[in-house]
Structure formats: C-alpha cells, structure tokens
C-alpha cells in the first residue's frame, strides 16, 4: 500500500521514562517497568515509541543533563535491561527511537570536569568559553531558559561558559570538530544497538558560533501576562538574530544524517526545534542531507489554541512541508500542559467535554502529513495533576518561579494502571518521585484497555482502521483546510485514494468520507 519509510507516516508513543512503571519499588519508573507495559503501547496499534532520556545523569534535569551518553543511569535500570526491552519492542512491530540531548551535557560529564580545569587541557575547547567584559560582567545579554543569565563563571579559568538552561548544562562547542565527532561515535554506539532513531532534544539551542557573540534584539511582541513566557526575562528576547538557531548548528546535522544513512534500516533523525519563526528553522533543519523532520511546536500553545488557531498552525505548516514526511506533530508532551487542561478552555468546551475532546484531537493529530506523537496517558485523556504542593515539586524550571509557575511536574506524574492498585499500580514503594494525582485513578491505564468505552479502545479501533487508509499511511499530501468556524475539513490525497477528513468541535465527532 505504500512506499513511505516507516517514520513518514508514523504514530509515536512518547515514554516518560521516570513516570511510566516501577519495576523495583524506589518509587521511580525504570526500564523493566517499560518492557513489562510493552503490550499495552503494541496494543494501542501505535507504529513506534520513544523514550525520553535514560543515560547516566545527576537529576538536575531529570536526564536531560547526561553524565555519559553510553550509560544507563541506575536508577532506570542497566544495559541488558535496555537490551531486553528493544528487544521485546521489536518482536512486537514497535520502533525504538531514544533521546539525545547533543546541545549541551551535565556539568559532570568527564568533557566539562577536565574543560573546566585550565586553558589548555585536551578539552579545553570543547565548551563556550569567554573573557569578561573590562567590568568583569558576562559576555553579552543572553539570558537562560530556566531564570538568569546564559553565563557563569568558572574561577580556575577566570571565564564564563554559556548555559542556556542550568548552570550544570554547559553548552557544548559545536564549532569543535572534535566535538561534533564525539556525538557521531555516541549515535554508532546506540544505532548498533539496534535503536531505529533518535529525537534530538532542542537542536536549535544547539551553539556552534564563535566569539565575538552578538546582543539578542528586544523582542516587540513582548506583553507581561498569565504564561510562563510572558513571566519570563527570556521571553523578552528574540533569539534567532544571536543565541538560537545559528547557521552553523547545520554541521552537525548533516554530519549525524550521514552517520544515519549509513545503517541499513531506514534511521530516523527527529529534531526538536523552535525559535522566532519555528517553521522557518524547520525547513533549514531538514534541507536536503539534513534532519529527516522535525518535531512541531506549533499545536503545543500554553494556554491552548481555539479552532482559528488550530487552522491556522495547521495550515503554515502543511503549507512548508505539504507532500513530505518531514514534520511531526504533537498535542501534549513532557514539557507543557496536558491537552486535556490546556485545551477546554480555548475550546469552549465544558469539563465533561474533556474526554471526546481528546479523542477527537488524538485522531485529527494522526490524520495529518508526517508522523505525529502522543504523549503517555493522552490516550485516557488524563489532565494535569492537581495541587501538587510545593515543597513536593521537582522541575527546576518550576521551582525558580514558583508559586506563581508550577513548572512541568503536573504533567509529568507518574501513570497509573489500576484504580484499585496502591499508586495506581505505578510502584509498590512507599512514596513515588512525585505523588500519583488522585485525578487520574479512575482513568488508570490497564482498566481502560478492558473497557469499550474508553477513549483507549475508540483510538485503539481508529488506528486499526487508518493502517488501511491509502491516503492516510501511503502518500503525505494534503489539500487545503476548510470548514465552518467550528470545523477543521481537509481531503487526504493518494494514488489510490482521496479521502475527505471533517473534525467538528461542536459535535465532537470525526468522520472520513471517499470523495
């Protein structure tokens, strides 16, 4: 039926590996625990399933600030379990794809512990470093993700080195060659393990420029508000003139296409990407022997989107990429809102609206051009957790602006698989990493699998469904949306089929007609 690889028409369950199930009662999702739910995701009908970062680490970011790239934290388990579990995912028909996080490492990976040491030890180039200025302030005016400055100064070296989120996340030198070089050898090691791609985190934040560093500009947009980015210093800088998407983070990616196309297999190449004009970045980043996509931000809006919105994100990105497989689309994920919180309100739609709601979003995000992600526990329609309290919150980025910005734990608790479990059948430890929201144990994982009613089982049959689709799995090309106020209408077009897709936020309801 089709000639796509298998990452072009892909559903994609994302793992957050943390929250998905504990295996030996520390109260902290693992490895084993993944492989043990596998059936569940295979179950679903989804094509493949990636795992937010497992690799040794300190928690700081809770793996996004990697000790050892080849190394399995602890805490998630060891490199057979690893081994174990691809291995199941693949006699199942799922695709494995891993994080990897190739912008910036932990303060404690043995690269920065030797750059930090002098001005002329091996690594001493590996990372950003700069003078002061005459006042021995910082550099420039680039400011972090996570709250403050994007420097800090290391004393042994009387200089300042870049973070653009913690100041245990330094920055890694892409201008280096020897660095980019190190990131192909930890993508061999992981594609010889049989992993079938990689999402790679937040490759815009990627550096590879040389001093001197340019200003970011003020952003004109900029409006004081509800929303963490308009609490937020960062926010009111535009990035992409200076710190952000610089052209020559393109190095790498067509460097790490190349180390992909060299195993047999179809290796797949997600890239994280944002910025000032995020569909602009993504076209760059998937030019010709770059990226194989990107992963989309633009139906991720704090505070939701209403059906204009939807239409409008929709439409810029088909418009870009219309007859490729080179976006992916996403609702939810591990760093904002659930959809379910986010989405009623810019809906209009009211509480008990939530769940048709969801369904109907998972099946309008699989109905679109390129691949598409959900996010672990969208197929029950959980929301966020509620009233974490504060004392209990473990995001960083949460914790420095706190009370007023929760952060990222509401949508990050762990999952729950049985109602009438202790922790929801998450873990039999005492006391889990973060508490298990009380709001999610009637929709707990394994009891809606065994229920008809469930919005698992609706999207469990669509997914069935869609794999017989022509123009849905077959072909990546589009026509133009239409529809009332209240309707996102679009035809899905291949050889074979032309196959009219209508989602109606008034009804709640999809429905798929030949014409």
Known sequence: MSDLKWWEAAVIY?????????????????????TARLDYIADLGVDALWISPFFASPQKDFGYDVSDYCSINPEYGSMADFDALIAKAHNLGLKLMIDIVPAHCSG??????????????????????????????????????????????????QQYYLHNFLPSQPNLNHANEAVREALMDVARFWFDRGVDGFRLDAVHTINADTPPYKDNLPNPDFAPGTLPQNQQPFFRQLHDTAQLNQKN????????????????????????????????????????????????????????????????????AVEAFNGTGRLCFAFSNHDVPRVASRQIAA??????????????????????????????????????????????MQDPWGIEFAPNFLGRDPCRTPMVWRQSEQHGGFSDAARTWLPVAENHLAKAALDAAGRDDSIYSAFASFLRWRK????????????????????????????????????????????????
């Open 347 to 392: 809906l209009g739609l009211a509480p008990e609206q939530a769940d048709a709601m969801q369904l109907l979003l998972l099946k309008l995000a699989a109905c679109l051009i390129g691949s598409s992600c959900l996010y672990q526990g969208e197929e029950l329609g959980l929301e966020d957790a509620r009233a974490i309290p504060i004392e209990l």
């Open 249 to 316: 983070i393109q190095h790498f990616s067509t460097a790490l296409r190349a180390v992909a196309d060299s195993y047999d297999g179809d290796r797949f190449l997600m890239g994280e990407v944002d910025g000032d004009d995020a569909v602009v970045a993504s076209a760059n980043f998937t030019a010709e022997g770059r990226l194989h996509a990107t992963y989309n931000f633009d139906l991720l809006a704090w505070d939701g989107l209403d059906v204009a919105g939807m239409k409008a994100a929709i439409s810029r």
């Open 108 to 157: 404690q990976h043995i690269w920065f512990q030797e750059s930090r040491q002098s001005r002329d030890n091996d690594k001493a180039d590996w990372f950003h470093w700069v003078e002061p200025l005459a006042d021995g302030s910082a550099p420039n005016n680039w400011l972090s993700f996570f709250g403050g400055q994007a420097w800090s100064w290391e004393p042994r070296r």
């Open 468 to 515: 017989t689709q022509p123009a849905l799995v077959g072909a990546n090309q589009m026509g133009a949306i239409s529809g009332g106020a209240r309707q996102i209408i679009f035809d899905r077009l291949s050889d074979q089929q032309k196959l009219r897709c209508c989602f109606d936020f008034d009804t709640l309801a999809a429905s798929f007609e030949e014409v």
């Open 14 to 34: 994302q793992i957050y590996p943390r929250s998905f199930q504990d295996s030996n009662a520390d109260g902290i999702g693992d490895l084993p625990g993944i």
